[in-house]
């Protein structure tokens, strides 16, 4: 059965919710000793008030919770919108706090763009023919999804699976979105299945 839970941010501020908030999944979650890669939601070089990326602050929280946890390495990683030009994918972790946050706390950043990638053929009949996704979804021990809550104009909602997008090489994005026998939402339910995330933590601290 899966496990969900949902914390108000008070005046104490995010790291005491998260912790509250992650206390039901520690028996089930042992991060002593493993490796940790975090994936927020960074499509474009953004402040999380817009509503379209994730707040670094949590980002940070969640790094000092794994370090709690025993984790023996952590990074923050993502594959940016294909809708951004090629020389602007960094600016989307230096331009919304993430790559200080990652300074900060002695972690890199991860650029997927930048490879490498594994290559999947015929795969199933609701993904494209060919695609790649980055590496780093299979060799960290364990992926920490951070999604920020969006509409979308295919699927009405865009919030933990489609995030994973993000780990897919930049050219195969769009064709996730019309590929295959039932389009994105078959893509996206096949994506979830060869990449497996540790947690899900949705990202509503944007002001509304």
Not at 1 to 22: Q, V, W
Not at 32 to 50: A, D, F, M, N, Q
Not at 100 to 110: E, L
Not at 133 to 151: C, D, G, L, M, R
Request: with cysteine; aromatic share 8%; proline share 9%.
């Amino acid at each position: 059965m899966a496990i969900i839970s949902i914390r108000r941010i008070n005046k104490d501020g995010i790291l005491p919710a998260l912790e509250m908030l992650l206390q039901p999944f520690v028996p089930h979650l042992p991060l002593s000793g493993k490796s940790v890669l975090i994936k927020p939601t960074l499509v474009e070089p953004e402040h999380y008030t817009t509503g379209q990326t994730t707040n670094p602050q949590l980002v940070e929280a969640i790094i000092i919770w794994c370090r709690q946890q025993g984790a023996s390495k952590i990074a923050i990683g993502e594959g940016p919108s294909y809708f951004q030009p090629q020389s602007a994918l960094r600016e989307c972790f230096t331009q919304t706090g993430i790559a200080d946050v990652a300074k900060r706390q002695n972690v890199p950043w991860i650029l997927f763009d930048e490879g490498p990638f594994r290559e999947f053929r015929n795969h199933s009949p609701k993904t494209p023919k060919i695609f790649y996704i980055s590496e780093h979804a299979f060799t960290w021990e364990h992926v920490i999804n951070v999604p920020v809550p969006k509409s979308h104009y295919l699927t009405t909602v865009s919030i933990g699976m489609k995030n994973l997008k993000g780990f897919l090489k930049r050219c195969d994005k769009p064709a996730f979105h019309y590929a295959g026998s039932d389009g994105i939402h078959g893509s996206v339910t096949e994506l979830n299945l060869l990449i497996r995330p540790a947690l899900t933590i949705v990202d509503c601290t944007a002001p509304v």
